[in-house]
């Protein structure tokens, strides 16, 4: 391997650092050269299609719809299994709609008329999520009083704990590693209900680099946890360990009714 290679995420910025981590990982066991590529969530994704990145945490919706495009040469090798029981040991995620601790929000179906902040609209856990719950309940268009667009989940989260939003619908995992990762970070929410589980946001890589770089990546990645300094590696962001996935992986979420534009 000659030319530098780049990681990124596509995901919460709580996963850049797990991404510069896994690339040192990588550079100290196959000799490789990788380095982190940071920047605004359009410059990273312009650096995927560019290929001026290889490998990134991305959405398994953003993989899915991308994958119907040209442009879009990657494919997913790994993805995290995290500690908690509820993740049943196995590569899937959860939306987790929070409140603030003091609302009188008790359920899901109590927030009608509420204010939903939500990251993005490609957003699988932030947004589409919650609109495959509304359409599989029946709720009304108008069920939310107002929909606001905060950029990040990071955001939604301090939007519903200052009282600029009255809920949002959050990625479990990141939820997750913020309690790992800063647990003296502590917000006056509470969850009323989860939404799913659907397929783990995926570790994708380039399609274009050689099949033997790919197989030897995806083996270090999936085997991580075999060794000490591993586990601790992945318990840094409360993940057991990274499984080998495909993209058989995502047909749940291909299947699934979701209209997404360009």
């Known amino acids: 391997m000659t030319d530098p290679l780049h990681i ?18 990588l550079n100290a066991a196959l000799g490789s050269d990788i380095h982190f590529l940071g920047g605004s969530w359009p410059e990273r994704e312009a650096a995927l299609e560019q290929q001026t990145a290889q490998l990134a945490l991305v959405c398994g919706l953003l993989h899915v719809f991308k994958g119907q495009q040209p442009s879009w040469a990657f494919e997913p090798i790994v993805a995290p299994v995290m500690y908690p029981a509820r993740y049943g040991n196995q590569p899937v995620y959860f939306a987790d709609v929070v409140v603030h601790q003091d609302s009188p929000y008790q359920t899901l179906d109590d927030l009608a008329g509420s204010r939903w902040a939500y990251n993005e609209p490609a957003s699988f856990s932030g947004h589409h999520m919650m609109l495959l719950w509304l359409a599989q309940t029946g709720k009304p268009a108008d069920f939310f009083r107002q929909r606001l667009q905060s950029g990040a989940h990071s955001r939604s989260l301090l939007m519903v ?7 949002a619908a959050i990625d479990s995992t990141v939820l997750d590693m913020e309690a790992v990762r800063q647990p003296e970070r502590k917000r006056p929410l509470r969850t009323i209900g989860s939404l799913g589980p659907y397929p783990m946001p995926p570790l994708v890589i380039s399609r274009r680099l050689p099949e033997a770089t790919c197989r030897a990546m995806q083996q270090q990645f999936a ?9 601790t590696l992945l318990a840094e962001w409360g993940i057991a360990r990274l499984t080998a996935v495909s993209e058989t992986t995502y047909d749940p979420i291909r299947q699934l009714p979701i209209n997404m534009t360009p």
């Open 161 to 167: 704990a200052e009282g600029a939003a009255d809920c």
């Open 8 to 25: 990124t995420s596509c995901l919460a910025e709580v996963t850049d650092g797990l991404c510069q981590r896994l690339a040192q990982r």
């Open 223 to 231: 085997t991580l946890h075999e060794d000490e300094a591993g586990r």
